[in-house]
């Protein structure tokens, strides 16, 4: 497999994980559903299978950044959205690795947040927001391009339903069911990604590579 396709299907396989790594860790948590936890706290210190979330964390940031420099060299000189998917990746793998304390925000006994929880808050901020960005910028550049206009609609809708869910989690109108919510608003999210990457995969190859040059000659 070349290291182009290699790329590309960081955009699939980081998103895929992370959400099985969050599928299976709700399941398993006792004494807690998943409309009362966030995907942040199935990897905290108290959690019971934390060191799952955290494998997830970390391949959403690897694959991501992955994708997010093929999807550079792909889409440059106009690559802005492409650095957004990086930085999101960047910000996925810090906020695995510097977790959260506790499963829940709130609870009896907490006296106050440790650094590394304070660092996993601000990283989690950055992806959401690199996240939600990234393929409204992408869907802004793909309506003037022919090969990639076919998923500018549906990356924008993706992007901006989830926007719409960020907004109901952080405004707790439908508490007890934040954590469903928020689930639902990093899987819009990461199918947002995992389109741009499947028509990354799919979209006709350049004319010197369809008369057997190289891409790398362009």
Request: hydrophobic share 55%; aromatic share 6%; no cysteine.
């Given at each position: 497999m070349s290291l182009s396709r290699l790329g590309a299907w960081c955009g699939v396989v980081g998103p895929v994980l992370f959400t099985a790594a969050w599928v299976i860790c709700s399941l398993r948590q006792a004494g807690h559903t998943?409309?009362?936890?966030?995907?942040?706290?199935?990897?905290?210190?108290?959690a019971r299978d934390?060191?799952?979330?955290?494998?997830?964390?970390?391949?959403?940031?690897?694959c991501s950044i992955g994708f997010g420099i093929e999807l550079r060299r792909v889409l440059l000189p106009k690559a802005a959205g492409a650095w957004l998917v990086i930085v999101a990746g960047a910000a996925a793998l810090a906020a695995g690795v510097f977790r959260r304390d506790h499963v829940l925000l709130i609870g009896p006994g907490f006296t106050g947040e440790s650094w590394h929880n304070q660092v996993h808050d601000v990283a989690s901020g950055v992806a959401y927001g690199a996240m939600l960005v990234a393929p409204l910028v992408l869907a802004r550049r793909f309506r003037s391009?022919?090969?990639?206009?076919?998923?500018?609609?549906?990356?924008?809708?993706l992007a901006l339903s989830s926007a719409v869910a960020l907004v109901v989690f952080a405004s707790r109108a439908v508490e007890p069911w934040n954590g469903v919510v928020q689930r639902v608003a990093v899987t819009l999210a990461l199918g947002a990604e995992v389109l741009t990457a499947a028509r990354m995969l799919t979209r006709p190859a350049p004319l010197n590579v369809r008369h057997g040059g190289s891409i790398d000659a362009l």
């Open positions: 998943a409309t009362e936890v966030q995907l942040s706290g199935l990897a905290a210190d108290d934390p060191q799952i979330m955290m494998a997830g964390f970390v391949a959403l940031g690897v391009d022919p090969d990639w206009a076919v998923v500018s609609r549906p990356v924008q809708v």
